[in-house]
Each structure stands twice: as structure tokens, then as C-alpha cells.
């Protein structure tokens, strides 16, 4: 199993994919003339406007259900496999990627609020829907629809619950069965509650977790501050095979930070516009802008925190492609949650374990969480409303069962199964936003034009030409008609 699993990964995230992700985002960034600098004060003024109605949740609480999906396992254990194979380097094309990512993310996430339904009284959007309405390939989006549900259902959820595992079981000597059962338990009680649950549970966690996790890493660095200099310089150097010792590695650089940046953002995987899709808007471009910042929070500020804080303590190893380690600083500790556990105790003895035990658990239950709402959507694009509270239930036993399955294996063939799942949406999905980026374009453009004219944004999709918006097309009309009425 884990030799398939491992082959397919081989060519799922061989060197010319992660050079494709690379060169799109490049593309994106220059049609969209880096938003990502331009529209930073946007993004920040976006994020807590907007409420929540019956339909939809609040542009936060998408933005809380989205880092609940991107700020995981990635964050913790993740950076530091990128570490372990590619090198402190790794970190700086983790950072590269996440630059660019955040116009992928614009992109995908704008798509997915343009071409929305309403479906049983709730938002409903994503990858699948915007292949099939603005694409006009069916099996294309079905394709899409099922790689989504297998990967969110049963190859993904494993990842987290096994880091949630590995970490508990190391701070607090508990059994991972005994874990597993617990994370089980916690996620039937809020998956049962259906999407106003998850966003309530996403709004409130996501917030509180990630600020306690960057403001110790930051205790961490300034203790450690005279560091710091020559921390950021071995980062660049690495990067650039301009370390004598790191230099033989360059390759693994490039490739475990995009692929580890890319698992933790997820920007252009197809997850994003899920929740996205959800919010309460009056422009697409909204939302877009509003996600696009949240891969700055994931990568820039929470993949960094765990990076400085293994760097600057020097509690990590780097292995060369041989085997042999070039750094081995910790003797035969794994990569993983070990090096951010003993990067902690290093500064406040006995300390690290049971942190990163805990902040593991809330970022990668809310992972699941948040897989479990895009697998929902999935199998809401596929029922349309046709026995969907069925499958609807069905989907939840599988998440569960995978959950728990995830907490009891190996973390070699639970990170293996997670990235043949995140391979195979990435695949997918870059091919339709390539093919269908004009209309997120077109949107920027129409949101930053009606921006300079003083007005509040709003969407009519008819006027740029936009064909098969059609929430929008009834959204404008009604606006329009109420206009006209008053």
C-alpha cells in the first residue's frame, strides 16, 4: 500500500508539477498586477466587514472556515519535514510560494463566489461548480467533485488526526486509540451541526490558537534575538545553494518548501473557494480579497513562527538524499512535531511537549473540521438536493472512521495518503482556474473601478459578459428592482 501510495506521489509531485504551481502563480501575480501588494489594506479593511444572513455566513467567518483548513498539521509538523529534507532554504520557498499563492488564492476564490448556487436555503460553491458553469465540462467538474470527497473524506483527515496522535502520545504518554476516539467524538458533535456550526466553531478557535502560537514563537525569538541575523541569512543562503553545507540540496529545497508551503495554504488546490463561496457578499471580489490574505496569515506568520523557532534554537536535522545527515542536531529524533516540541523545552524546559500536543490538536482538528464541510459541498454538487441528507450522513461515518484511522498508523503512510489526496485536487484545479482566471480578472477590475468611483461594489455579471452567473444575474435583478421601486 504504501509503496503504490508512494510511486503515485512521485508522480503526482514530480519536478515539473511543482515548477508548473511556481510559473502559474508568477502568471497570476502579473495579470492581477500583484494585488497581493497593491490590495494588502483591502484585504484587512474586507475581513471584518460584511454579516451573516440565513444563506450565508460573514466574510470572517469564511475566512475562519478557510484557516481552519489551511492552518493544520502544515503548520507544526510540516515545516519542519520541509526542514528535515529540504534544509532551512525549504522555509524560504515556502515563503515564495505563499507570495504567489495569494493571487492563485484571489483567483480560485473569486471563481467560486461568481459561480455559486443556493442550495437547500445555504451557499454552495467551489471547484466543481465553477468547472461545470463557466467551463461547460461536466464530467470534468464530477472528476473534480469525486477527487475532492476522496481526498477530503478518507486520504487527507488522516494526516492531522496522526500528528494530533504522534504529539499527545509524546506529551502526555496517552494511547493514540484513546485519541483518536476523543477527536472522533468532538468532530460528530460539530459536524452534526451542520455548516452555521463548523463557522461559529472556526470563528471563535482560528483566532485564539494561531495568535497564542505566533506570540510564543515570538517570546522564543527574542529570547534568542543576537540569533536572529545570522538565522535569516543561513535561510537565503540555503535557498540560493550558496551554503557550503546546504548547497548539495538546493533541489530539495525548492521542492519540499512548495510542496509543504503548498499543503499548508492550499492555494490552488481547490479548497479555498469552498468557503469562500459561503460568505455573505456584495461583489465576489470581496471574498477573493478576503482569502487572498489568509495565506499570508497561514505561511507568512504561522508557517514562519514554527520555522524561526526551530531555526534559532538549532533543535532540527537535515538529511541529504543519501540518508546521511548533514545537521543532526537532535540524534535519532524524527522529523515532525519533535523538532517544534524541542525547540520550546529548549527555552522553557518541560514546556514544549505539552504546547505543541495542544496546539496541535486545534489546528489540526479544525482541519478536519473544515475538510468535512468541503467533502459536504462536493456531495451537495453531485446529489443536488437527491437524497442528500443520506449522503450527507454517510460522508460523516467515512470522515470519522478516516479520522480515527489516521490516529492509530504510521505518520510515513498518513503524510503519504495526504499528499496523493492534496496531489490529485491541485492537479485537477490548476488546469480549470488556467482556463478560467478572465472572469476573476474581469471581476478585480470591475470591483477596483466602481472602488474609485466612491461606491460600495456590486456585482451584475450580465454587464461584463459573464455568462452562467446566475445567483448573480437574480441577485442584481432583485437589487434593481427594489431600486426601482423605491
Known amino acids: ?61 469564511a475566512l475562519s472556515m478557510a484557516l481552519s483548513g489551511r492552518v493544520g498539521t502544515g503548520n507544526i509538523a510540516g515545516v519542519a519535514t520541509a526542514i528535515a529534507f529540504g534544509g532551512p532554504g525549504a522555509v524560504f520557498w515556502m515563503w515564495a510560494i505563499a507570495f504567489l499563492g495569494a ?52 486520504l487527507m483527515p488522516g494526516v492531522q488526526a496522526n500528528s494530533i496522535a504522534i504529539s499527545v502520545e509524546n506529551a502526555f504518554g496517552i494511547s493514540p486509540a484513546i485519541t483518536g476516539l476523543v477527536i472522533v467524538l468532538l468532530l460528530a458533535f460539530i459536524i452534526f451541526g451542520g455548516v452555521k456550526r463548523i463557522a461559529n466553531a472556526a470563528q471563535i478557535i482560528v483566532p485564539f490558537m494561531a495568535l497564542g502560537y505566533i506570540l510564543l514563537s515570538i517570546a522564543i525569538v527574542l529570547m534568542n534575538i543576537s540569533e536572529l541575523p545570522a538565522v535569516i541569512s543561513l535561510i537565503f543562503r540555503s535557498a540560493f545553494a550558496l551554503d557550503s553545507a546546504f548547497g548539495g540540496i538546493i533541489g530539495m529545497a525548492i521542492s519540499w518548501g512548495v510542496k509543504r508551503g503548498l499543503y499548508s495554504n492550499e492555494a490552488g488546490q481547490g479548497t479555498g473557494p469552498h468557503s469562500a463561496a459561503a460568505a455573505e ?3 465576489p471580489a470581496k471574498q477573493g480579497l478576503v482569502q487572498a490574505s489568509s495565506i499570508y496569515i497561514d505561511t507568512l506568520l504561522v508557517c514562519s513562527a514554527t520555522a524561526f523557532m526551530i531555526l534559532i534554537t538549532g533543535m532540527y536535522n537535515t538529511q541529504a538524499e543519501d540518508g546521511s545527515f548533514i545537521v543532526n542536531n537532535l540524534g535519532e529524533e524524527v522529523e515532525g512535531p519533535g523538532f517544534t516540541q524541542a525547540a520550546i523545552d529548549s527555552v522553557f524546559p518541560g514546556f514544549g511537549a505539552g504546547f505543541v500536543a495542544v496546539a496541535l ?51 510515513a503512510l498518513a503524510w503519504a495518503l495526504g499528499d496523493a489526496g492534496l496531489g490529485l485536487m491541485v492537479w485537477l484545479n490548476i488546469i480549470a482556474i488556467v482556463l478560467l482566471a478572465k472572469p476573476a480578472l474581469m471581476a478585480l477590475k470591475d470591483y477596483e473601478q466602481q472602488r ?35
Open 361 to 411: 490538536f486545534f489546528f489540526a482538528f479544525t482541519t478536519i473540521m473544515a475538510y468535512y464541510y468541503i467533502a459536504e459541498t462536493n456531495i451537495a454538487y453531485l446529489a443536488r438536493g437527491k437524497n442528500m441528507k443520506v449522503a450527507a450522513f454517510f460522508l460523516k461515518l467515512v470522515i470519522i472512521a478516516a479520522s480515527f484511522y489516521g490516529s492509530v498508523k504510521t505518520a
Open 103 to 154: 493571487s492563485t488564492s484571489y483567483i480560485e476564490s473569486t471563481l467560486g463566489q461568481i459561480y455559486k448556487e443556493k442550495q437547500d436555503g445555504q451557499y454552495r460553491g467551489g471547484p466543481a461548480y465553477y468547472i461545470e458553469k463557466g467551463l461547460g465540462i461536466k464530467w470534468f467538474a464530477v472528476l473534480f467533485a469525486f477527487a475532492a470527497i476522496v481526498a477530503m473524506a478518507i
Open 1 to 61: 500500500m504504501e509503496q503504490f501510495v508512494t510511486s503515485l506521489n512521485e508522480i503526482l509531485w514530480s519536478t515539473p508539477v511543482i515548477y508548473i504551481l511556481i510559473i502559474v502563480g508568477l502568471a497570476f501575480s502579473f495579470l492581477t498586477r500583484f494585488l497581493q501588494v497593491r490590495h494588502v489594506k483591502e484585504m484587512l479593511r474586507l475581513m471584518f466587514q460584511g454579516k451573516s444572513s440565513e444563506a450565508g455566513v460573514s466574510s470572517f467567518q
Open 281 to 283: 457578499v456584495s461583489h
Open 452 to 486: 474609485k468611483q466612491g461606491l460600495d461594489p456590486v456585482f451584475n455579471p450580465k454587464a461584463l459578459g459573464i455568462k452562467n452567473a446566475d445567483f448573480w444575474e437574480k441577485e442584481y435583478k432583485k437589487e434593481s428592482d427594489q431600486d426601482q421601486a423605491s
